[in-house]
Structure formats: structure tokens, C-alpha cells
């Protein structure tokens, strides 16, 4: 690895961009950054598009960015406007909250919540790529290293130089190397929680269960969350539970036990829809104080690589979503790289540590025993659902400021 001054004179035109990784976040980033007219290699260590995952939850903030990157239609039929969140006790499987979401949310923030497959966005993502003449995008290459020059920057893999670009977005997940690499960065640090998902049939799902709503179960050593997903065939349902052990994959197989001991002293109604399937896999949740810097020379980090963020507020996604639009936004403005990479910095890394502190809140909150989930309960139950919701129009009301 190498750097040296990035001070570049006049903008190039038009930016050729490299981007490592593409997930959600990396793919995204392609679609805004050709949009500016930019031309974007995208480098993917995947041999093939990845189908994993289940449900993804997208925010208004989000929809709003999928609207402009032009994907919205592509991935309307297969999504699901839900009514609500439900907020359950899961011993008892008494209701204690319902906050709108549905039409009441689509009006306040001028765009919809949507739920949908984590496979479905990506395929919505993947599809708008390769039809894209702007974008070139490589399966089965793994950006190992970076070299840093006055005029550009070189992505490595192995000994090879695969490509060359006025910048190159780290887009490379939790577990980035190059954040490693370059940023001399901690790993993340395993929370002590584990999720594990699965997905089934709605025309096999037991009696009890919504399948219009975000529905959400909470116990001292865990949760439970469900919603539907591919236009509501399906129901997406993750198990989140604390466990000594962590793994790095996104995709390891757990036996039905796993997700069955977890929701041992939840209400039937939980028990049964954890019954209904025994295919499971699980990963791990990690976190990781906010960085310092996710700007090195011609290198920025994006998504999960720059903040990885634990599900408890469903914006991972959706995070990575609006660091892809500003990051455009940012480079459209702007003739120097390093000006434009440390606006882009500057825009998203207080609204990222925002997101992740409220994220981990929240998992506290859901969390609790004794005394104080009975309080959380009370507090939940009396307070005006609207208002509840309201709370979060800082998170769903973005727009780039940029
Ligand atoms: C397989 C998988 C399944 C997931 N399932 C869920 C889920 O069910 N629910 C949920 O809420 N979230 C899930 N997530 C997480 C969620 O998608 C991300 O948190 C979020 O979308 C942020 O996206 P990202 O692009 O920053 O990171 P990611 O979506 O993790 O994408 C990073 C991409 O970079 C690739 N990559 C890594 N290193 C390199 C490298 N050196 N060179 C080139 N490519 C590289 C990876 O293969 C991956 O495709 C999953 C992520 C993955 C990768």
C-alpha cells in the first residue's frame, strides 16, 4: 500500500470510480455515481450474484433513494407496504404497542416503508448494473490491496492490478479488509448476540400471526421479529438471541433447536411459527466504535465497511443506501477528490454514529427484564402511537443535505 498527495487540479471527466464489493451498499453506489455520468468498475470476490440473506426492512429514507436510483419499479411487485409495528411482550404475547406505518408513514415522509427479500433488493440493484453502460461489474474478484498515486488509484488483487480509478470505494462489508488494510482499523467486536433467519410459506404459517405488519417479540435473552416479504407469500422471521460463540459468516446452518430454545418461554403463538420451519441460518452481530477517518487518499469506505450498524433499528441497508447518494451528490459538486471525499465524510459520519448509537438503544430497550421491562411495557402501552412514531422522523425524514 502506498499514498501519496491526492490534490487533483481539474475534475476529471468524467470520474472513473472503483468500487470493491458489491452489495447493497457497492451496487448502489455504482447507480448514483453513473447517474453523474461517471464511469464505475465494480469488483465483486463472489463468483455469483448472492441470494442470500431474508428480509430487509427499508425506511422511507430509503424508498426515497430507490425512487431516484431509478429502482423503485423494478422492486415494487415484490415488496409489501406493512400497516404497522407491532411490539409484543413475548412470554405473555400481550400487544403492547401498534405505531403506524402504512399510509400514515408514505404521507409524513412523502415516500412508503417498505419489506422485502435482502435477495430481491439485491437482484432489483444487480439487474439496474448490468443494464447500465456506465457500470462494468466482475464477479470473483477480491480487492486485497490499494496503491495511492498523485493522479490515481490501483486496486489489487493478489500481485495483480485489476484496476485503475480517480478513487475507489471501499464497499467490502463488516468485515472489510481494506478498511483493515488501510485504516488500521479494530475488527468489530462480537455484541454477545446472535440472529438466525429463515423464511416461510405464508399459506403454512400458524394461527396468531399477522401477515400485514412489522411484528416484533420481545424477552429478556432475545427477540423475535417477523414481517412479509415477496409481496407477502413469504414471511421473513429472525430469531435474535445472546450466545457465547461468535462466526464471521453471514450464512452459517443452525439446527431448528437453535431457534427453538431461543423462544422456549415465549407465547405459543411464537413457538408455533419457529416450529413451522427447520431451515435456519444464523450470523453473528457485531459492532464497531465509530471510526476516526473513512477517508485515506483516494480510498472511502461505505455501508458496512465505514459503520457497521446492529439490526435493532433496520437501517443497514438503508444507511448504505444514503452514503451511496451523498457520496454521488458529493463528487458531482466538486472538482478536487480529496474535497469531495472529505465532504462526503463530514456529511454521513455523525448521521452513521447517530443511527448505531440509537440501533444499540433500542437492542438494550428490547432487552430488558424485572422491573424495567414492565415499565417498558406501561410506557409503550400508554403512549400515542403517533407520537411514538413521530420520534423518528429524524431517521426517516432524511434527505442529503448535500
Ligand atoms: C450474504 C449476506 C447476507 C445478508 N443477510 C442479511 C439479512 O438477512 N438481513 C439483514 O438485515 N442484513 C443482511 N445482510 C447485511 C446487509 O445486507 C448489509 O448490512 C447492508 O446491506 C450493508 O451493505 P454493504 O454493501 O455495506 O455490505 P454487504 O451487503 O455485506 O456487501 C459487501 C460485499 O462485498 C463483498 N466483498 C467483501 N470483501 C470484498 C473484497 N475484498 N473485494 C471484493 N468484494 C468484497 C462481499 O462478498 C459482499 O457482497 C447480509 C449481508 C450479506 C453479505
Redesign the pocket.
Known sequence: MQTTNTKVATKPNPWRVLI???????LAAALALARIGADVRV????RHP?E?????QIGPNGTRILQLLGIADRLKPDVTTPKALQIHDGPTGEQVAQLPLGDWLAQRHGSPYWVAH?ADLHSALSDAVAAHPLIELQHG????DTETYSDEVLAKSGRHVVGAGDLLIA????QS??RQNRFGAHRPRYSGKSAA?TVIRTDRDPKGISRDSVVIWLAPEGHVVHYPVRAGRELAVVVIRKEAESDQS??TAVPHEWAKNAVKDFAAPVRNLIDTSDSWRKWSLFELPPLKAWVDGRVVLL???AHPVL?FLAQ??VL?LEDALTLARCLSDRDDVGAALQTYQTARSRRASSVQAASRRNGSIYHLDGRMRRARNVALTFSPPKRLMASYDWLYGWKPGI
Request: hydrophobic share 40%; net charge negative.
Open positions: 470493491a464489493g458489491g452489495g447493497i451498499g457497492g469488483f465483486e470476490k463472489r448472492n442470500d440473506g431474508a428480509g430487509i435482502r474478484i477480491e480487492i486485497e464497499a467490502d462489508g463488516l479488509s481494506l433467519r453471514w450464512a455501508g458496512d465497511a439490526p443497514g441497508a448504505a
